[in-house]
């Protein structure tokens, strides 16, 4: 596949931050059996990859805007480019010694995002999607699940845990979805959720309470590989609704319905 000089650039600076975080999972394995554990460091690796991708980013473009998850928001001087990056999307994961984390790193061009990366270190799987150019694993073209009913489907989600979102309304929304479906996953990496839409792996996912570096890159590589993606009303507000639903045509339909349904009176 023929990349363009920024997608190079956001590829480069996902290695090396997915290079970093590498050595630091290697390390998380040793500290698990501490009384302290490995959180600290964690938080630390977390910054330190933030960093090598903030640093290889605005190097090639330093006007462009910067939204990370473990920084203050920069405007840039350029006003309609901004990276959106989550250095460590997985947190808990990689915490706890589980090899499904990666770094996500999205471009958005006023307001749409034109191009994202999504790497896995510990599977050393690279996703990559520029806006007409297609979707690619690993330079291999992927493409949405052509399943056309749910029943037929593996669908992830998010699952909300202590201290977070509407525990209630989620296990409403999860009964809905395991009586119409072959099975629910929970990865615990939301990019990582949505590239796997991307490439097949699974045929749909829905989760609320997210944040756009949760997203951004995720969204449109499911887009260039013929998905389709909506906020769980349905319109295109993902970013504001802070919730993803996603799959092929027919399948985001059938699970944005599903979710959707209304609570049962008692």
Same mark, same amino acid.
């Given at each position: ?24 999972? *290697? ?63 997985? /947190? ?23 191009? $994202? ?5 510990? /599977? ?8 007409? $150019? ?23 989600? $998010? ?40 490439? *097949? ?16 890159? *995720? ?48």
């Amino acid at each position: 596949m023929a990349r363009s000089a920024l997608l190079n650039v956001m590829v480069q600076a996902a290695l090396k931050a997915g290079k970093s975080l590498s050595r630091d999972f *290697g390390e998380v394995q040793n500290l698990q059996v501490s009384v302290k554990g490995p959180s600290d460091f964690v938080s630390q690796a977390d910054l330190k990859a933030e960093k090598i991708v903030y640093d290889e980013l605005m190097k090639a473009r330093p006007t462009y805007g910067f939204l990370g998850e473990e920084s203050q928001e920069e405007k840039g001087t350029d006003g309609s480019h901004r990276w959106i990056v989550d250095p460590l999307d997985g /947190t808990t994961n990689f915490l706890h010694g589980i090899p499904q984390f990666a770094v996500s790193i999205a471009l958005e061009r006023n307001g749409e995002i034109v191009a $994202g990366v999504i790497f896995n270190p510990a /599977t050393d799987e690279l996703f990559t999607a520029e806006k007409g $150019g297609g979707a690619f694993l690993n330079d291999r073209r992927i493409r949405v699940a052509a399943r056309r009913v749910l029943s037929d489907c593996v669908i992830g989600s $998010g699952v909300p845990h202590l201290g977070r979102g509407n525990h209630g309304k989620f296990l409403v929304e999860l009964r809905h979805v395991m009586g119409e479906v072959a099975g629910v996953r929970r990865f615990g990496a939301a990019a990582l959720d949505l590239a796997y839409v991307a490439a *097949g792996r699974l045929d749909g996912f829905w989760e609320v309470d997210l944040s756009p570096w949760d997203i951004a890159a *995720g969204l449109i590589l499911i887009r260039e590989a013929g998905g389709f993606t909506s906020s769980m009303s349905g319109g295109t507000d993902i970013f504001d609704h802070r919730s993803v639903v996603a799959g092929n045509e027919l399948i985001h339909k059938q699970l944005l319905e599903v979710v959707n349904r209304p609570i049962p009176s008692r």
